[in-house]
């Protein structure tokens, strides 16, 4: 194992005193390493439920025979950061993202990875990192935030960018705009609709680096019960579990 260059021999015995600092015991360190990069944060709308996927995977790999690891790759939000000077911050991030998660992987001799990315510059800067670090990788995306509904139209958030254009064309009243903006964005996920983020899901999905509806399935579903949520979190435990097993 790859891992073995930190974790086997008598020159490794100050790297084990550091992985029993972690709480690692024998037996996990005697397993495969697989890192869990989970993108969560709280302000990026598709990563803001991605530490519940993370629990997900992490279990799976455990039921696989895998020790996890996980450690967190950075997010932006282009929507947020559109027209004003955070828009110069936001492409320069798939390359750090790509840097950083190299770095992390390299350094600590992760044995496989599985990246849980969603947005737009997340997504390949992760695939960049995948090609470059070379060890076995799965990628778990969060997927698409629900449709709003207006009117009985579907809407997305470039009908908010429309929205405004109305407003400022006298086209639509304030408390239009402001009902358009509330009705929106009713979930989580990244935005609704075939922009980057999407786009890359599924490109990740088609690639065969993604698991069977990486770019399809929503992040957040409000109408599913308890009941099934926790049939859905077993099936992904249970995926999870398939594909780390095959990676390894």
Request: aromatic share 4%; proline share 5%.
């Amino acid at each position: 194992m790859r891992s073995d260059a930190v974790k086997t021999g008598t020159q490794q015995a100050p790297h084990r005193s550091l992985f029993n600092a972690l709480g690692m015991t024998k037996e996990e360190m005697e397993r495969p390493l697989v890192g869990i990069v989970c993108s969560y944060n709280e302000i990026v709308p598709g990563h803001m439920n991605l530490d519940k996927i993370a629990q997900a995977v992490k279990l799976g790999v455990a039921m696989a025979g895998g020790t996890p690891v996980m450690f967190p790759a950075i997010a932006v939000c282009d929507g947020i950061a559109m027209g004003h000077i955070g828009m110069k911050y936001s492409l320069v991030t798939r390359d750090l993202i790509a840097d950083s998660t190299e770095a992390m992987a390299l350094a600590h001799q992760f044995d496989a990875l599985v990246m849980i990315p969603n947005c737009d510059k997340n997504v390949p800067g992760l695939l960049m990192a995948a090609a470059r670090i070379n060890v076995p990788t799965v990628f778990v995306s969060g997927g698409p935030m629900l449709a709003g509904h207006l009117n009985g139209h579907k809407t997305s958030l470039s009908s908010m960018f429309e929205a405004v254009g109305a407003y400022a064309a006298g086209k639509l009243t304030e408390e239009g705009l402001t009902e358009c903006e509330n009705k929106t964005c009713p979930t989580c996920g990244s935005c609704s609709g075939m922009y980057t983020a999407n786009s890359m899901n599924c490109l990740t999905e088609v690639l065969g680096m993604g698991l069977k509806g990486n770019g399809t399935i929503p992040l957040y579903i409000p109408s599913v019960s308890v009941l099934q949520s926790m049939q859905e979190c077993r099936l992904w435990k249970c995926t999870a579990a398939t594909s780390v097993q095959e990676i390894l």
